[in-house]
């Protein structure tokens, strides 16, 4: 893979800032480095593998580790520790609580899924898809010949986050997880049987909370109860989300909100904090919700969930969605397992140059007073001409709330122009957007749906956009948004496969994703999207189409109304330079020449884009086969079965560490498992 080693374009790339190297270029360059390193850390043997899991995790591997490392072998597999850095995020914690307790907590769980002498089996089987869908994945496992051992799986059946537990409970718990590495000769080699450890069956209270305050005595109902009331404890104490308000006034039905709360009052100003020049530099950051407290009042899942099952206390629960600040165990999911890693791609040059994106607006339950904070409504919206033309004549306003907003008012463009965008300059980006966004929603989610499918508060600015027929790999650009939850049912690993330009926003932690290289693999987006012009202006350059072809509202005309939207100041000088002075406006409408933005515009970063296409399909091809989530899932289950076993702090496999004068001194000592050395 041949590393990014500038601009092929003949120009020098500023950034933002004026800086010789556009900071996407010099992100791509760390990307690669990164890459490199992730790569040479991939253990060739076993005794390798073992000692690099001792050295990160200061721990013995578990019971069955050679076992599980022969079956990645056998897959082909790349096992760069750093893989599997989620698991132990995740697991981290139980350490620190007595293993009774653990062990209660799940025996009084419901549902889960368990296994017994290699039979899979439910409290609850066919009635969740998660459950079956688990249960499928462990039987793959079984029928491959592993040893998949005795074990209870709490599982979280809802879409949503189960599990907010208060910061400080967690805390207490990481500080009281010790790490131990007993001497090879005292080490236990096998998980004690289910039925040996002393614990009686009985029942599991989680204390489920909903989106309503109850009285445990007294008046049933105190009152709404918002998501981000839970959020706000489970961040740590100095993080902005657990400093700032909470925005409890946007959940008021009535809409009795605070200015300051608005959706004009959230939406950015300038550059994302924590970024490169506006650009996302680290995705753990861009997507840690405790360090965003704006998105509780610009994020559909947090304004309004689909719904809300949500506990405060700590235990084992295996769930397909997590966020920074929620403490399920992470698990792939069914949908993910069965998403197709085999897709047919056109050439590079052969392929249209749009960012193509289709979707249900969904991503959380809106209302007529909700919906402009809806995430994929203003992605939706930012890619409307329409709604960009308005956004355009709003930035010379005098009203400071209302300027830059778009036509739904739900997207803002940065009136200082942070991101040095040339074509925010002369009233020209309307026309660039509709030459090469394909943008539109599936169906319109309503809670007050007319007759015929549509939404009566949301028609004056979208419609339904059909399909253009099979549009795999047809274009270059795609973009994956979270929808109701983390599970995106293997979108965004398909979007891969199918060889494009990925941009990726999410709130939502993913088992891969400490595989993926932003940069390289895929394209981070702001979870506000306010660098998403930005990001297409350096992959497409500034080319503005000339010849017709009508762009107009989504849904029903707009006037062009001179007197409340004054055209902003006109830029003779880049014109010039982009090659033309003429407005053209017909009838309120901007006019549009495909062709000459698929073309690509000469200070475009094409090749570039094509580097991501390319390396995020060949690397998916390598490490998010069926094959790695069973890796993945396996090594979860080998690690999960010794947090709750009653010997977890003597329990593991040395079986590299003695030599055969080592072995023969101990007699062969079954219960160390030794196995054999690499």
Not at 8 to 25: C, D, E, L, Q
Request: with cysteine; aromatic share 10%.
């Amino acid at each position: 893979m041949a590393p990014v080693a500038g601009d092929n374009s003949g120009n020098v790339a500023k950034g933002p800032g004026g800086s010789s190297a556009h900071a996407i270029t010099k992100l791509m360059r760390v990307a690669e480095s990164h890459l490199a390193m992730l790569v040479a850390s991939n253990p060739t043997k076993l005794s390798d593998a073992a000692h690099r899991y001792r050295e990160k995790r200061s721990r013995h591997p578990p019971p069955g580790f050679d076992k599980w490392f022969a079956y990645a072998k056998a897959k082909d597999a790349l096992v760069p520790e750093t893989f599997f850095d989620q698991i132990y995020h995740d697991l981290g914690p139980f350490w620190g609580i007595p293993v009774n307790d653990v062990q209660r907590s799940v025996r009084g769980f419901g549902p889960k899924v368990t296994v017994r002498g290699g039979v899979v089996d439910s409290d609850v089987k066919g009635s969740y898809e998660r459950v079956n869908g688990l249960m499928a994945m462990l039987e793959e496992l079984r029928k491959e010949g592993v040893e998949v051992p005795d074990i209870n799986l709490p599982l979280n059946v809802n879409d949503e986050i189960a599990m907010l537990v208060p910061w400080e409970t967690m805390e207490t718990a990481v500080e009281f997880a010790r790490t131990f590495m007993p001497p090879p000769q005292d080490v236990v080699g096998t998980f004690t049987a289910l039925e040996d450890d002393g614990i009686e069956e009985g029942t599991f209270d989680p204390e489920w909370l909903d989106d309503r305050m109850h009285h445990k005595a007294g008046r049933p109902y105190l009152g709404l109860r918002p998501l981000w009331s839970l959020v706000k404890p489970a961040c740590p104490p100095n993080s902005a989300t657990a400093q700032g308000d909470l925005m409890a006034d946007i959940w008021q039905p009535e809409g009795h909100t605070k200015v300051e709360h608005s959706v004009a009052a959230l939406l950015p100003l300038k550059l994302p904090a924590n970024s490169s020049e506006g650009y996302v530099a680290n995705w753990t950051v861009a997507s840690d919700i405790c360090e965003r407290p704006e998105l509780q009042g610009l994020y559909g899942n947090f304004v309004a969930p689909k719904s809300m099952s949500v506990t405060q206390k700590l235990f084992p629960l295996f769930s397909a969605s997590k966020i920074s600040g929620s403490n399920e165990i992470l698990l792939p999911t069914f949908s993910s397992f069965n998403t197709s890693t085999t897709a047919s791609r056109l050439p590079w040059n052969e392929t249209e140059t749009k960012l193509h994106w289709r979707g249900s607006a969904s991503g959380g339950t809106f209302s007529k007073l909700s919906w402009r904070r809806m995430h994929r409504h203003r992605f939706a919206s930012m890619l409307n001409a329409t709604h960009v033309e308005i956004a355009e004549a709003m930035l010379h306003v005098g009203n400071e709330t209302a300027v830059g907003l778009g036509y739904a008012g739900n997207f803002r463009l940065l009136p200082a122009n942070a991101y040095h965008l040339d074509t925010q300059k002369g009233a020209r980006m309307a026309e660039w957007v509709s030459g090469w966004a394909d943008v539109g929603f599936t169906d319109l989610q309503c809670d007050e749906p007319g007759e015929d499918g549509t939404c009566p508060y949301t028609d004056e600015f979208f419609s339904v956009k059909e399909e253009p027929g099979d549009v795999k790999g047809q274009y270059k650009y795609a973009a994956v948004l979270d929808g109701t939850a983390g599970d995106d049912g293997g979108e965004f690993v398909q979007r891969l496969v199918e060889g494009r330009v990925v941009l990726r926003a999410s709130v939502y932690k993913q088992w891969f994703d400490a595989r993926l290289v932003p940069w390289l693999h895929f394209v981070p987006l702001d979870n506000t999207f306010v660098d998403l012009y930005g990001i297409m202006e350096y992959f497409l350059g500034t080319g503005v189409p000339s010849s017709p072809q009508t762009f107009a509202h989504a849904h029903v005309e707009l006037e062009k109304h001179e007197h409340h939207f004054q055209t902003p100041h006109w830029d003779e000088e880049a014109e010039k330079v982009d090659g033309g002075e003429e407005d053209h406006e017909k009838h309120g409408r901007r006019s549009v020449d495909v062709q000459e933005v698929q073309s690509g515009s000469g200070n475009g970063h094409d090749a570039q884009a094509q580097r991501i296409a390319e390396a995020g399909q060949q690397w998916a091809h390598q490490v998010l086969r069926r094959d790695d989530i069973l890796i993945y899932t396996y090594r979860l289950l080998l690690e999960y079965r010794r947090v709750v076993d009653a010997k977890r702090h003597t329990m593991g496999w040395v079986g590299d560490l003695f030599v055969e004068g080592e072995r023969r001194a101990l007699g062969g000592d079954e219960r160390s498992n030794h196995g054999t050395t690499s």
